[in-house]
T-cell receptor, first 122, second 112 residues
Framework: GAVVSQHPSRVICKSGTSVKIECRSL??????MFWYRQFPKKSLMLMAT?????????EQGVEKDKFLINHASLTLSTLTVTSAHPEDSSFYIC??????????????????FGPGTRLLVL | GESVGLHLPTLSVQEGDNSIINCAYS??????FIWYKQESGKGPQFIID?????DKRQGQRVTVLLNKTVKHLSLQIAATQPGDSAVYFC???????????FGQGTELSVKP
């Protein structure tokens, strides 16, 4: 249990275009999903927290209009990078938290991470 | 602000030896701690967690120790294998599973 997927795994786009990244919890209902950004050899930086059916809560310094987050269901959250620029190139990772099947060794507080999406803006 | 940090950014061990990865945290209110393993180009993988009402928890080949007195967390890996080579992150949260605060990470390298 506790499998999280992300799509696409890798995307290359032109500057000025928008890119949508999907995050899905495959075998559990995620009451909360989180979006992180990670630079090479660095730790994870939380961008926003997304609760199903409500607006996302963004961390300080993260532009809401730049990084649009939608949590439409208990198994799906999307991150849209609008008008992407080269400085938006990064590794974007989502995580999901919720009641799992019980076979995982975590708790309802545990965040399970997706495999990440590598974004390269040319 | 308060943060989670690690004592060693890199750790090299011989295959078969035990590994110990350390983490210091500064928020005394933190009540939940997790260790993640991240391989290159992949997302973090859950290893083991521990609540603040415990001081030790064991998993398969891994043990997490929590010392609240000195705000210290460690991950012990028994009989380290080449497949254990990765970056290990500790993370803390408080208030019944709030957002995670990640440490800087320790890169574990296992020599055959």
């Amino acid at each position: 249990g506790a499998v999280v997927s992300q799509h696409p795994s890798r995307v290359i786009c032109k500057s000025g275009t928008s890119v949508k990244i999907e995050c899905r919890s495959l075998d559990f209902q995620a009451t909360t999903m989180f979006w992180y950004r990670q630079f090479p050899k660095k730790s994870l930086m939380l961008m926003a927290t997304s609760n199903e059916g409500s607006k996302a809560t963004y961390e300080q310094g993260v532009e809401k209009d730049k990084f649009l987050i939608n949590h439409a269901s208990l198994t799906l959250s999307t991150l849209t990078v609008t008008s992407a620029h080269p400085e938006d190139s990064s590794f974007y990772i989502c995580s999901a938290r919720g009641k799992t099947s019980g076979r995982s060794s975590g708790t309802v507080e545990t965040q399970y991470f997706g495999p990440g999406t590598r974004l390269l803006v040319l | 602000g308060e943060s989670v940090g690690l004592h060693l950014p890199t750790l090299s061990v011989q295959e078969g030896d035990n590994s110990i990865i350390n983490c210091a945290y500064s928020n005394s209110a933190s009540d939940y701690f997790i260790w993640y393993k991240q391989e290159s180009g992949k997302g973090p993988q859950f290893i083991i967690d521990i609540r603040s009402n415990m001081d030790k928890r064991q998993g398969q080949r891994v043990t997490v120790l929590l010392n609240k007195t000195v705000k210290h967390l460690s991950l012990q890996i028994a009989a380290t294998q080449p497949g254990d080579s990765a970056v290990y992150f500790c993370a803390e949260s408080y208030n019944q599973g709030g957002k995670l605060i990640f440490g800087q990470g320790t890169e574990l390298s296992v020599k055959p």
